[in-house]
C-alpha cells in the first residue's frame, strides 16, 4: 500500500472511537521500532517529523526510511505527516517532498491570522491529495523548535470552544489540534495531572463527526522515568497524561494523539540500563538495538491504550 493521509483512518477512528498514534521520528532505530510494533499489532499508523528532525536527520533520509517501512508492510496503512509547520513555505517544501499530511501551526497568531495562514495552506494542500491539521489555542512546554506558553498561562491559552466552528468553516482545514490543558515535553504538570474534558465536550457538541487531535500526550511512563533516575538520569519531577485521560479523549472526537516524549524516554532509559551494567560495552548495536526493542514494546502498549491495535485492515 502507498502512503496514504489521514481521511480513512480518521473517519474510521471517530466512527469506532479510537485514535491513531502519531509518532515522532528522528532516526532509524526509533523508526523501526514503531513499524515493527503496528505490524505486529496490525494498527495504522502516522509518522511524524518535526523542524528539528528535518535538521537533525534531514527530511530525504527520513523519508526513505519511511518509503522502506510502507513497501515492506503493504497491509499496515501510513502517513507521513509534518509536525508543527511553521510557514506556508515549509508546508509547500514537505508536501513537495512527498508528505500525505502537513500541520500548520500558526497558534501563536492571533485568531483571523491563523485563519488566513491556514486557509492558505488548505488550497494548496487538497490540491495534492495531502490533509491539513491546524492548531487553535495553545500548548505550554518548549521543545527544540516549539515554543509553548509557560505552565503558568496554560489554563489561559486553552482552545475557545466559540472560535472552532468558524474556524474550521472558513478555512475548510482537515482535522484541528485543541489546547486542553497538555503541554509538550516530560514536564507537564506539577502537582495532579488535569485535562479540560469540559472544554473537549463543548468542542465536540460544536464539530460533531470532526477529527480532533491532542498534542503533548506521552505519559512519561514510570518504567523508564524509574530507570532514567537510577542510572544516572536526572528527571524526578517529570510527569505526563495519564493513559486513562488519553482512552477518554480518543471516545470524545480525538482521533489523533501525538507522543514523542515517551519515545525519547524509552530509548534513553535503556541506553543509559546498558551503560550503568555493562560499562566495557562499545558496540552500538548491543545499546541501540534493545533500545529500539523497547520502543517497540512501549509502542505496542500504547497502540492498545488508543485502541487501535487491529485497526489496518479497515482504516486502508
Ligand atoms: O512537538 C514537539 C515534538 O516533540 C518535536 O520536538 O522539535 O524537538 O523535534 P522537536
Ligand atoms: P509529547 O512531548 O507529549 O510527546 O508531545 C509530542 C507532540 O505533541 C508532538 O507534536
Ligand atoms: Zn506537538
Known amino acids: 500500500m502507498a502512503l496514504v493521509n489521514t481521511k480513512k483512518m480518521f473517519e474510521m477512528a471517530y466512527k469506532n472511537n479510537y485514535a491513531i498514534g502519531a509518532f515522532n521520528v528522528n532516526n532509524m532505530e526509533i ?14 499508523l502516522i509518522l511524524q517529523v518535526s523542524r528539528g528532525a528535518r535538521e537533525y536527520a534531514s527530511n530525504s533520509w527520513l523519508k526513505a526510511m519511511i518509503d522502506v517501512a510502507v513497501k515492506e508492510n503493504p497491509e499496515i496503512p501510513i502517513c507521513i505527516h509534518l509536525d508543527h509547520g511553521d510557514t506556508v513555505q515549509t508546508c509547500k517544501e514537505f508536501i513537495e517532498d512527498g508528505f500525505t499530511s502537513v500541520m500548520i501551526d500558526a497558534s501563536g497568531k492571533p485568531f483571523e491570522e491563523n485563519m488566513a495562514i491556514t486557509k492558505e495552506v488548505v488550497d494548496y494542500a487538497h490540491k495534492y491529495d495531502v ?3 491546524a492548531e487553535l489555542g495553545q500548548l505550554g512546554g518548549i521543545e527544540e523548535d516549539v515554543v509553548g506558553v509557560s505552565h503558568e498561562d496554560i489554563s489561559k491559552h486553552l482552545c475557545d470552544p466559540e472560535q472552532v466552528e468558524e474556524f474550521v468553516k472558513k478555512t475548510n482545514v482537515d482535522s484541528l489540534a485543541v489546547a486542553i490543558g497538555t503541554s509538550h515535553g516530560a514536564y507537564k504538570f506539577k502537582k495532579e495531572p488535569k485535562l479540560a474534558f469540559d472544554i473537549l465536550e463543548a468542542i465536540e457538541k460544536r464539530l460533531p463527526n470532526y477529527p480532533l487531535v491532542m498534542h503533548g500526550s506521552s505519559s512519561v511512563l514510570k518504567e523508564f522515568k524509574d530507570l532514567i533516575n537510577k542510572y544516572g538520569g536526572a528527571m524526578p519531577d517529570a510527569m505526563g497524561v495519564p493513559e486513562d485521560a488519553i482512552t477518554q479523549a480518543s471516545k470524545m472526537g480525538v482521533c489523533k494523539v501525538n507522543i514523542d516524549t515517551d519515545l525519547r524516554m524509552a530509548m534513553t532509559a535503556k541506553i543509559r540500563q546498558i551503560f550503568a551494567e555493562k560499562p566495557s560495552e562499545f558496540d552500538p548495536r548491543k545499546y541501540l538495538g534493545p533500545a529500539r526493542d523497547a520502543i517497540r514494546e512501549m509502542v505496542k502498549h500504547k497502540l492498545h491504550v488508543l485502541g487501535c491495535n487491529g485497526k489496518a485492515a479497515e482504516c486502508a
Do not use: M
Not at 523508526?31 to 495504522?44: D, H, W
Open 31 to 44: 523508526t523501526q521500532g514503531i513499524i515493527e510494533a503496528v505490524s505486529q499489532e496490525k494498527s495504522p
Open 131 to 133: 490533509v491539513v491539521e
